[in-house]
Structures are given as structure tokens and as C-alpha cells.
């Protein structure tokens, strides 16, 4: 072979073995371990054309349980507001002053308002349904004691009961109301809880 053909031939070759030429890009092919990283990620990027998840249906019973927990706050509101009315005929029949009868109204709240977190946590600790049926057997005993009170410190223990019992039924009517819901549905159960307690309060001084 001539001089001049072996030495063009060792200066390709050593071109090509160069640390700067670029390797041909025909036929080539990733090694081995890139191609498996390059799998590896694209099965990590989430796809964009997955459907949302649709939400879990609500048993018919969670509906009845809500229909009941709401009827029972509607009536311990109802009840605080309704007497606001009847303050002046109360007075008027047990012979006291109208002024000292909105003790009847602050006894009621003041009640309800220190069992709300001693009723929650008896509603965690008996559950809900034993709770609520106690408290509502004492607001109903409340009740009836205030119809037939004859005395105005009778009417006053009335309303004490009346509102230690509302003070139970509360946390357990909203831990009722909502515990048949799955938690994507438990906004739409609260806001039916909270808006038949509202309008419980508008038409309390309007019945009474």
C-alpha cells in the first residue's frame, strides 16, 4: 500500500477518535442504562387525559340521619327565639316585671352554651345517638316543667333543664348530621345543618 494512502487513512481515524467529532447519528442507539431512565421517567410524568375521580355515592340513610340531626337543631333555635315574644305574657301571668322575665332567656343560653364542649365530649365517648336522646329526654322534661310552672323560680329551673339538654343535643345532632356523609360531601351537609338553624332563628319571634 503507497505511504500516502496509510497516512490519510491514520488521520481519518484519529480524527474520528478526536475528543470533539461528533459520533454519526444514522443507526445509532442510547446505551442500555439511559434507555432504561428515559422508560423509567416517562412512566412517572402523570397523564394528562386521566379522568377525575367521580365521588362516592350517599347512602339513602345518611340522608334520613341529616333530615333528623337538622329537625332537632331547628328546634333547640326555635325554642330560644320563640319565647322572645311571649316575655310580655309571661310576665304578665306570673306577676313579675317585664325586665326580670329576659333572665328567663339568659339562664337558656348561659346552659347551652358552658355543655357544647362537655356534650362533644360525651358524643366521643357514648356516640352520638345516646347523647342526643338524652339531651332531648331533658329538654323535653324542661319543657314541660315551663308549661306548668306556676312561679316565676320554677320557670327559671324550667329553662336551666331546657338548656342543659340543648347543650347535649347540639354537638350530637352535628356529629349526626354529618357522619353518614363521605368527607367530599360533608360541606353541602353542614350548610343544610346551618341554614335550617337560620331560618329557625328568623321565624322563632314570628311564630311566637
Not at 481515524?13 to 431512565?37: E, F, K, V
Not at 423509567?40 to 355515592?57: E, V
Not at 339513602?60 to 333530615?67: C, H, K, Y
Amino acid at each position: 500500500m503507497p505511504a500516502q494512502d496509510v497516512s490519510s487513512q491514520s488521520i481519518g481515524q484519529h480524527a474520528s477518535s478526536a475528543p470533539g467529532h461528533a459520533p454519526p447519528l444514522m443507526g445509532h442507539r442510547l446505551p442500555a442504562r439511559r434507555r432504561g431512565l428515559t422508560s423509567r421517567l416517562s412512566l412517572r410524568i402523570p397523564s394528562t387525559n386521566a379522568r377525575p375521580r367521580s365521588k362516592a355515592p350517599v347512602p339513602r340513610s345518611a340522608w334520613s340521619r341529616l333530615a333528623a340531626c337538622t329537625a332537632c337543631a331547628a328546634l333547640l333555635q326555635l325554642d330560644g327565639t320563640l319565647i322572645t315574644v311571649a316575655l310580655p305574657s309571661v310576665a304578665h301571668g306570673l306577676h313579675v316585671s317585664t325586665s326580670s322575665t329576659s333572665v328567663v332567656l339568659s339562664v337558656y343560653f348561659a346552659v347551652y352554651a358552658l355543655l357544647l364542649i362537655p356534650g362533644g365530649e360525651l358524643v366521643d365517648r357514648f356516640g352520638a345517638r345516646r347523647v342526643a336522646l338524652v339531651g332531648l329526654a331533658l329538654f323535653a322534661a324542661g319543657a314541660a316543667a315551663g308549661a306548668l310552672a306556676g312561679n316565676f323560680v320554677a320557670l327559671l329551673v324550667a329553662r336551666l333543664v331546657q338548656g342543659a339538654g340543648a347543650g347535649l343535643v347540639s354537638p350530637a345532632a352535628l356529629a349526626g348530621a354529618v357522619s353518614g356523609f363521605p368527607p367530599e360531601r360533608r360541606g353541602r351537609a353542614l350548610g343544610i345543618w346551618g341554614a335550617s338553624a337560620g331560618m329557625s332563628n328568623l321565624l322563632g319571634p314570628l311564630l311566637g
